[in-house]
Structure formats: structure tokens, C-alpha cells
């Protein structure tokens, strides 16, 4: 048997053994956070035990989900993202998934046909979320090379995108993620305050897909950490413009909406449960009339 032959037998017999093994592979094609399984598996086999009760099987008593859940949502937020303007519960609604928040908040903020704009590349479950209830157009930005992706490359390459297209009036909102799906870095604070500044310049709504918010790194000398849109939205260096607005908020609000879920953050993409908040959006206007 030759020296070469020889040498390679090892490294056969050695994927051959791995391939017999018990152990489930490890796919990296799906984007669940399974860190966390066997701790909250434990925690919500406890809270069933122990603090079910009949109450929690009847229907809820508010419009945008039980009360006491919202209120504790409004902490987590309020804690973990930072808001400039605190989050209470009825600035929250509570949706079956964040696939399921985006298609009403879509519904509610644009007519049939509309289009949003959405930075390239992008999460590729947007197309039937938007298109197949709300049917809205999605409108891909692309920077001139990845590397801008998240810089001030995607302001210009937005600008530029809504001041060409064929009717601006039809284009109501730009769609981001942030962490960044599928790259996985978070935007600066200095690029989400320029989206902002730009959609509140064009009357568009500004929707910030923030599923993955704390399943980031800590911040180092050369990726930023996660900074929430709602931690932004009264926290602008002044420019001449806002100088002129008298201390005037020069972003609206009302444009701002952040969706987030328990999928990614506590590994339960199984628990259907979302939270798109906006404080200054009433619960009756989630529908499109």
C-alpha cells in the first residue's frame, strides 16, 4: 500500500466515524438561536406549573394583548433599548409572529400597489409578508459594494433611489434590519439619525426590524453595537434645521415603528408572539380602511 494511501486512511476513517455519530449536525441554514434551549425549556416548563392559571386561557382583556404582558414588554423595553420616549403599554400590540407585524403595519401605513424602500441585500421572507396580503411593492436599494451597505453609502444610494423613481408619492416607507440580515452588524447611530432625518424630509415611515436586538457582540473599535431607532428618536445634535424648529422634534414620531420578537433574542421561533411598537400609533389604525 503506498506512503500516500497510507497517510490518508486516518483522515477517511476518521469523517466516517463522525458521519456515524448520534450527535445532529449543527445546520447553519437556519437561523435559530439554540444557546438558550435547555435553560428556557426549563424556565417555561416551571411557569406552566406554577403560574398558569385559568385566566390565561380565556381571551385577553385588551385589544393589543393581556395587559400584564404588555406591561412587561413596555419594561423590557424600556430597559434593554434605551428609548428617548418611554414605552408604556398601549404603544404596544402583540402579533401571531414579526412576519405577521410587518404585513398590518404595511396594510395600515400604504395603499394597495404602494411600494417601500428596502436596503440590499434583505431578508428574503419580505416578499410574501409584503406582497401577498398587503400587496406592496419592495423597491431594492443596492450600494455600489457591501462594504457601504451600512455606512452612509446606503443614505446616498436611498436618496438617490427615491428621487429617480418613477412616482416618489407611491413609495411610503423605508424597511430596514437592524442587526442587518443577512450580514449580521448593526448601523451605526450616525447612519439610522441621516435615515431618519431623510424620511421625515420625503413623509416617509421609517420601520426598523429589530428581531435580532440582543443577539449582538459587544461594540469594538470597529463594529458599532445596536442602537434601537426608538432610542433616537429625541436624541439629534442639533443641525441649522432643528435649530430653526425651536427645540421642535424635526422627527416625527408617529413615522417611527420598531418590530420585535421572541424568535431570535430567546430562541423561540416556535412561540408565535411579536411586538411592533409605536407610541404615537392607535391600535385602531393598524388596519387599512
Not at 65 to 80: H, Q, V
Request: with cysteine.
Amino acid at each position: 500500500m503506498s506512503e500516500k494511501l497510507l497517510a490518508i486512511l486516518p483522515k477517511v476513517s476518521g469523517t466516517h466515524a463522525s458521519s456515524q455519530t448520534v450527535t445532529p449536525p449543527i445546520d447553519l441554514s437556519l437561523a435559530e438561536n439554540l444557546l438558550l434551549r435547555d435553560e428556557l425549556l426549563a424556565f417555561v416548563q416551571d411557569a406552566i406549573a406554577n403560574d398558569l392559571k385559568p385566566k390565561d386561557l380565556s381571551y385577553p382583556a385588551g385589544f393589543g394583548g393581556d395587559p400584564a404582558l404588555l406591561r412587561t414588554l413596555a419594561s423590557f423595553f424600556n430597559t434593554y433599548f434605551k428609548p428617548s420616549i418611554p414605552v408604556e403599554s398601549d404603544h404596544i400590540i402583540t402579533t401571531s409572529g414579526a412576519g405577521n407585524a410587518l404585513d398590518a403595519l404595511l396594510c395600515s401605513i400604504c395603499e394597495d400597489g404602494d411600494s417601500v424602500l428596502v436596503p440590499g441585500p434583505y431578508w428574503e421572507g419580505f416578499g410574501p409578508y409584503f406582497k401577498i396580503h398587503a400587496n406592496v411593492n419592495i423597491s431594492v436599494v443596492q450600494t455600489p459594494t457591501f462594504e457601504n451597505s451600512l455606512d452612509f453609502g446606503a443614505v446616498d444610494a436611498l436618496k438617490g433611489a427615491y428621487a429617480t423613481a418613477t412616482d416618489p408619492s407611491r413609495i411610503k416607507a423605508l424597511v430596514l434590519t437592524n442587526p442587518h440580515n443577512p450580514f449580521g452588524q448593526c448601523y451605526p447611530p450616525e447612519v439610522l439619525r441621516e435615515l431618519l432625518r431623510f424620511c421625515e424630509t420625503s413623509g416617509l415611515h421609517f420601520v426598523s426590524d429589530e428581531v435580532y436586538a440582543l443577539s449582538s457582540f459587544e461594540s469594538t473599535s470597529v463594529l458599532p453595537p445596536f442602537c434601537s431607532a426608538l432610542s433616537l428618536l429625541r436624541n439629534f445634535p442639533e443641525t441649522d434645521v432643528e435649530q430653526r424648529h425651536h427645540g421642535k422634534d424635526i422627527i416625527d414620531p408617529a413615522r417611527v415603528h420598531v418590530v420585535w420578537s421572541m424568535s431570535k433574542d430567546f430562541g423561540s421561533s416556535g412561540i408565535r408572539m411579536v411586538c411592533p411598537s409605536n407610541a404615537f400609533v392607535a391600535p385602531g389604525n393598524i388596519w387599512r380602511s
